[in-house]
């Protein structure tokens, strides 16, 4: 029965378990359906519902004895053009076991519950794990209810979170609403269980990563006349810094990656005098996210003044010097996981599959909602696997078996830490 | 009194000479409200009107006999944040021109008149000369018409020019308003008149150009989960092409400029997979253009299935192919301008100026309505200098003095035509 929800849920009705994707945007008309659904189905399951001023729902099922709760939690956002699983997995499993225990009528020790943090993506407001940030006091509730849409719009976080009458009033707080753990089951969204043919990921910690908005500011001026030494052309300082930052991430085994870019003006025949772009820089390590953005910042002040790094401007025609400027957008330190969460994972891993060499300990290339949870509570995520890697894209995948597997290490987890 | 006038319409009220640009889109509001000022203006200057099916407005003043008129031209749309010249100068220089014969009573052997083609910029509706082009027939109407607003608008030539009322009844055909001659003066675009410390530039022909637009499809996929060598970014392929685009146009001496760019989805961690730029190219023989063109189809190919093309990809860590689609948007083959408008425009500019050492022969970097009434009726272009040769751009400058002295020398050439 418990298999059988959760693949209902997973697949779209009519769908092919490959066919279609999400576009669910933070605090969107879809996200309010969404958590509308969310709200009314906990609260048929027996919970309290508490919303927060950042639209944080957390759903609570009252335990035998008082105290903070133990949480599953996830979120229900997507990217524009994101898969079925990513966030959604982690809430569905937690309804899945508020079910279960309100149809087995089990007792637990202190309440259960499950969160729905708002805007983890940062796909539409442009910081990722916004909410459980806010909670976790480590972003100020100010600046994220000022973050404005990507794409020039003029929406804020807290204009679309009053229209679609999720701006509560309990304070977005671990001190107004402590949790006792956080346990987040998440797709894994890389190769590694797939390819290794393991079923479950003990997640014991998370990548650094850092956001930044590169401003290059040139000169407008007209293509058909303008000789390439007299330009400012900041398409092409944009397009050599884009190739560079691909570079030195091979050097310093990172990751780079630029996912937006809006030019100005924007007409075939003018060269643009402005470029803007989205940079996201990934490792392991603090230390090597920190020595990546020191050399591009020395890097990109060089190629802008006309100075060759790497090769770059070889067999080019010198131009005029352009300016760069960064902005920081977004930090995630290295996030390390609580040992006991941790071990409560292993543990009811080993147990739903049966077999430990199913199993095996790995950290997250992703934020999730789970780092800023484990600066204020013990914390620990569970992973299942993402066919060929894929995420953020329509074809994200998860076999409902999988689903089902990771949902019922998720109920345990939770059982387990209860009784701890 | 004439230089007077021209002076009062070159410079913005209140604003210093530099001070401002323009934004008169092809078809908006305020490209209507132009359009509204120029037939009232010319008819109050005695000529009669005739708007064609793709919005161009003939205003012609009877002469002593009938036939074909001889006319100035050029336009009055700009670029998104253009200046106050392009095209601009052109039209005023001709209404100009028709206030001059009106006050002095002068009667012409045959009609005068002053064209302004609708859409040369090519910024909004992305088709430069876009009208002209379909009044010499080598533009078919139903394509012009039906051509879209760059930015994914819906908004197409026919339904603007409906709604702002200049889809006129006439056929838009050199065959139904045919011209004599046509001359304009343009403002030079370019550095060579201000540096060579000349005034008037004769106009013998036009560079070819093409513009394209370049598809490039990868995979959407997460930028924290995602090793590099999993990756199809269509983001890094546009940003290495782009840098060929320059390296092959330094070795051709040509040009080559990405004036627009789009991603999708569009989201900072999501590797983009979809990307789309234009390019146009330029050169002053059209066996460039296609050398160019040849070139970079083969090496955009080859980058796309990860070949090294001069060293683009070293210290890179190979990724997944993607593909590149290439579309062609528009063709300018080079122009070569009529020997008797030549001859006309050199005699009335060494008149003018009463010294052939500040007149020069030169040739266009930018295309121009002429290069399309040049293949249906004789005819030339007169240059005056631009300001550091910029264009394209609000800083757009041309003394009053020099605009005077290129509506002279308009003026002087279409009388010297309508004698000959
Ligand atoms: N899990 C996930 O896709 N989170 C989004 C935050 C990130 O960019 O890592
Ligand atoms: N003169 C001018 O700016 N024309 C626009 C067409 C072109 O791109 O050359």
Redesign the pocket.
């Known amino acids: 029965m418990y298999r059988d929800v959760l693949i209902l849920y997973c697949r779209a009705p009519n769908a092919a378990p490959t066919e279609t994707g999400m576009s669910r945007l933070a605090l969107s008309d879809s996200d309010k359906q969404a958590r509308d659904w969310f709200v009314k189905t906990t609260k048929a399951l027996g919970c309290t519902v508490t919303i927060d001023n950042i639209g944080n729902i957390f759903a609570v099922r009252p335990g035998r004895r008082e105290g903070p709760a133990t949480f599953a939690g996830s979120h229900l956002d997507t990217q524009p053009s994101g898969g079925r699983y990513?966030g959604i997995l982690g809430i569905l499993a937690g309804i899945e076991m508020l079910s279960v225990l309100q149809e087995h009528q089990v007792e637990t020790e202190f309440p259960v519950g499950v969160v729905n943090w708002t805007n983890?993506?940062?796909a539409r407001f442009p910081i990722?794990?916004m909410s459980s940030g806010v909670w976790a006091e480590e972003i100020a509730l100010d600046r994220a209810h000022n973050t404005r849409e990507v794409g020039g719009g003029t929406a804020t976080v807290k204009s679309e979170l009053e229209r679609i009458g999720y701006l509560g009033s309990t304070p977005a707080s671990y001190r107004s609403v402590p949790l006792a753990a956080h346990f987040e089951l998440?797709i894994e969204?890389g190769p590694i269980l797939e390819s290794e043919k393991q079923k479950v990921g003990v997640v014991k910690g998370v990548q650094a990563?850092k956001w930044f908005t590169v401003n290059i500011d040139g000169r407008d001026a007209h293509t058909g006349t303008t000789p390439l030494q007299s330009r400012a052309d900041a398409m092409l300082l944009a397009a050599r810094l884009i190739t560079h930052t691909h570079r030195l991430a091979t050097a310093h085994n990172a990751l780079a990656s630029t996912g937006i870019l809006t030019l100005s003006p924007g007409s075939t025949n003018t060269i643009p005098g402005h470029v803007s772009f989205t940079l996201d820089i990934r490792a392991p390590a603090d230390a090597t996210v920190e020595a990546m953005e020191a050399d591009l910042k020395r890097d990109f002040a060089a190629l802008a003044a006309g100075k060759d790094i790497g090769g770059l401007l070889a067999n080019s025609t010198p131009g005029k010097p352009l300016s760069v400027e960064w902005r920081t957008d977004f930090v995630s330190p290295a996030t390390i996981f609580h040992p006991d969460c941790i071990g409560v994972v292993r543990a009811s891993a080993e147990a739903v599959t049966g077999d430990s060499s199913l199993v095996r300990d790995m950290s997250s290339g992703?934020?999730?909602d789970s780092v800023y949870a484990s600066r204020r509570c013990p914390t620990s995520m569970i992973f299942v696997p993402s066919k060929n890697g894929v995420?953020?894209n329509p074809e994200e995948y998860t076999s409902p078996e999988d689903c089902a597997l990771g949902a019922e290490v998720l109920l345990q987890s939770v059982l387990r830490y209860d009784r701890m």
Chains 1, 2 share one sequence.
């Open positions: 990513d983890e993506e940062g990722s794990m998440h969204q990563y992703a934020g999730h995420s953020h």
